[in-house]
């Protein structure tokens, strides 16, 4: 019944129509960033791999760093930096503290939803620190291949796509 209500709720219905909406205009984003589609792929599997490491303050700026270094799109790097919202990074700091203890055997503390705090996990230090960072970087290692191969098909598809659209008006179109 309150499942129901909720449905029926015009301000529900509104909220997930934004939040609709804005994911579709973020996705749209990326697919149209100037660029070779393995510059842009490059890009989001930097910002994606960065952004599932514990580096919060420093997510954009390493990743539109390395890019920059790679040859690949900063802003892409930035966008993908964006998977570490304020909504996900909760859930990204467990997952890595869950697999960075499966990898290196450490026990450590178990981390509890009602406990978890940026000020609380530098009070544990080492023990938390050590684990975070290893499970972030295999995490983000995991996420590389997947995240370019399917932007890059993304990217391709959504450009032949408007190529054809804009050919069948009769305007030639040069996406670079």
């Known amino acids: 019944m309150e ?52 580096t919060v303050p420093l997510h954009t700026i390493l990743s539109v760093l390395i890019a920059f270094l790679l040859g690949k799109s900063k802003l892409a790097a930035a966008l993908g930096g964006l998977i570490a919202n304020p909504f996900m990074l909760p859930l990204i700091y467990i997952l890595d503290y869950k697999v960075g203890r499966m ?8 981390l509890v939803w009602s406990e978890f705090s940026v000020s609380d996990l530098l009070d544990l230090g080492w023990d938390i620190t050590y684990p975070l960072f290893v499970g972030g970087i295999a995490l983000g290692l995991l996420s590389i291949f997947p995240s370019y191969f399917i932007t890059k098909r993304l990217v391709i598809l959504y450009r032949e796509r408007r190529r054809k659209r804009l050919e069948k008006i009769g305007i030639s179109s040069q996406t670079t």
Do not use: S, W, Y
């Open 3 to 54: 499942i129901e209500d909720r449905k029926k709720n015009p301000k529900t219905r509104e909220v997930a129509a934004r939040l609709k909406r804005a994911f579709r205009l973020f996705f749209l984003r990326i697919l149209r960033l100037k660029g070779q589609p393995e510059e842009v792929a490059g890009g989001i599997a930097i910002g994606v791999f960065i952004g599932l490491t514990p």
């Open 103 to 110: 990898i290196t055997g450490i026990e450590g503390v178990p």
